[in-house]
Structure formats: C-alpha cells, structure tokens
T-cell receptor
Framework: GQNIDQPTEMTATEGAIVQINCTYQ??????LFWYQQHAGEAPTFLSY??LDGLEEKGRFSSFLSRSKGYSYLLLKELQMKDSASYLC??????????WGAGTKLIIKP | EAEVAQSPRYKITEKSQAVAFWCDPI?????LYWYRQILGQGPELLVQ????????DSQLPKDRFSAERLKGVDSTLKIQPAELGDSAMYLC?????????????FGPGTRLTVT
C-alpha cells in the first residue's frame, strides 16, 4: 500500500529552526509537495521537489532524497504565524496526490 | 491573483437531509479535485475531473455522494442523505494539469456539520 509518515506534533521556540521530516512509500513518484494549513483554513502551497537536493525559498527550505524515500521541510527564524499544520504529499505514478496526516507545529514565545 | 471559489463556507444540516457544495476553479485549470478532510488528518480525494470527465472517483461513496462538472468549468458535490459521519471540511482544488504544473490550488473549503 501507499504510505506517508510524518510526526503528529512538534514544538519549537520563536526565532529558532525546526525540521519536519516526511518518509514515503508510494507506487511511483512524480514529485513531493509541502503545504501549510492554518487551523480552519485550506492548505497553501509551500514547495515542490522532484529531483534530489535542497530547494530554498526564503525562510523555508525543502529537501528530497528519492533513494531513501525521505524529505524534510526546514523552517528558519520561526515566527508565531508559522504555527500551523504542515502536510507532506507525494504524487504517485497516476499523478494522484497521496497525503500525510500533517504535522502540527506549535511555536512558543 | 486568481483564486478557487467555494460556497457555502459553512453548512449545518440535519442527518438524512440533502446538501450541495459549489466550486469554481481558477480560470483555465483543466483539473478539478474534491477532497474531504477530517480534523487531524490529511485530505482524502473524493473525485477528480479532467475537464468534464471523471478521472478518479474510486473513493467517492456513490450510494450517497455525487459530483458533476457539466461544462468543464465549475463543479457541484452533493450528499443525499447526509449522515453524522459526513461532518468534515470539503475542499475543492484545481490545477492546470499539464507538464510540470502539478501544484494544486485550494479553495477556502466548506465546513459541514451534520446534526
């Protein structure tokens, strides 16, 4: 079966750095997405990785290793507004998105 | 900036009643998705359209759920009759659906409460 694993919840301090990991087992691979979802709102796109390596976008970076079935989202200089759920999703061979359950990130002052 | 529109934003209905949700994707987006998301879980795909055709509805409970996108633009998702377990956020998303443009753009969602 297809499976996406990510931690349920993480806590970090304002101004610090946090890394959210995602491991996956899917039938085929056509890219990995990270989305941010604030409580009660829709997911918003953060990043897309299809090749191995690090993609940097401002305070957020995303890393992919296809051979290990592994990705992480790195958030730097954390702000209170970064408190949200972070969803990892993999596009499989049928171009369907397989979603993880999300990691709830709590930022403390 | 173009956005996916959904209505209503909130809906409270009694079980056994019918309910309908509407979605208008970003103009020009060929692919439209309906998802259901239960609190604390990731989105679950209910149905995917490519233009007016259904690409995947394998997870759609067809005894009570129906979806259509008659002209390949906006779409309606219907539940009849609603059950208590249908309480969830219903999300619509669209994507250009070509080449590397696989990013899905989400609407604000419809929060359904069945009492």
């Amino acid at each position: 079966g297809q499976n996406i694993d990510q931690p349920t919840e993480m806590t970090a301090t304002e101004g610090a750095i946090v890394q959210i990991n995602c491991t996956y087992q899917t039938s085929g691979f056509n890219g990995l997405f990270w989305y941010q979802q604030h409580a009660g709102e829709a997911p918003t796109f953060l990043s897309y990785n299809v090749l191995d390596g690090l993609e940097e976008k401002g305070r957020f970076s995303s890393f992919l290793s296809r051979s290990k079935g592994y990705s992480y989202l790195l958030l730097k200089e954390l702000q209170m507004k970064d408190s949200a759920s972070y969803l990892c999703a993999v596009m499989d061979s049928n171009y369907q998105l397989i979603w993880g359950a999300g990691t709830k990130l709590i930022i403390k002052p | 900036e173009a956005e996916v529109a959904q209505s209503p934003r909130y809906k409270i209905t009694e079980k056994s009643q019918a309910v309908a949700f509407w979605c208008d994707p970003i103009s020009g987006h060929a692919t439209l998705y309906w998802y259901r998301q239960i609190l604390g879980q990731g989105p679950e795909l209910l149905v995917q359209f490519q233009d007016e055709s259904v690409v995947d509805d394998s997870q759609l409970p067809k005894d009570r759920f129906s979806a259509e996108r008659l002209k390949g633009v906006d779409s309606t998702l219907k539940i009849q009759p609603a059950e208590l377990g249908d309480s969830a956020m219903y999300l619509c998303a669209s994507s250009p659906g070509t080449g590397d443009s696989n990013e899905q753009y989400f609407g604000p969602g419809t929060r359904l409460t069945v009492t």
